[in-house]
């Protein structure tokens, strides 16, 4: 089994920064994309950033020049800087792993973590 797991969040002021953590454990051999996605109450989940293997990123509208994803594939490990915070940035943030390869050819997919609450005071 894989497991994802999430840590750094918190109670920031606006404009404060925060980094999150999504931590890949298990019979993991290697990450592939990454995503961070997050969930407000009352809205959707929505996709706020992601990251190939080879490093290609992509992000939301909303937090271009403010939010950066990054990994560590050694620690295999997926982070999420996040500057210039808002009161809107406040959400439930989550790791997902669309794919992942396991020792022995496994595969599995749509792993997702158990999220990690960010609040941002104004």
């Known amino acids: 089994q894989v497991q994802l797991v999430e840590s750094g969040g918190g109670l920031v002021q606006a404009g404060g920064s925060l980094i999150l953590s999504c931590a890949a454990s298990?019979?993991?051999?290697?990450?592939?994309?990454m995503r961070w996605y997050r969930q407000a109450p009352g809205k959707q989940r929505e996709l706020v950033a992601s990251?190939?293997?080879?490093?290609?990123?992509n992000y939301a509208d909303s937090v271009k020049c403010r939010f950066t994803i990054s990994r560590d594939n050694a620690k295999n490990t997926v982070y999420l800087q996040m500057n210039s915070l808002k009161p809107e940035d406040t959400a439930v943030y989550y790791c997902?792993?669309?794919?992942?390869?396991?020792?022995?050819?496994?595969?599995?997919?749509?792993?997702w973590g158990q999220g990690t609450q960010v609040t941002v005071s104004s």
């Open positions: 990251i190939s293997t080879g490093g290609s990123t």
């Open positions: 298990g019979s993991i051999f290697r990450l592939n994309t």
């Open positions: 997902h792993a669309p794919e992942l390869y396991g020792t022995g050819d496994q595969r599995y997919y749509n792993t």
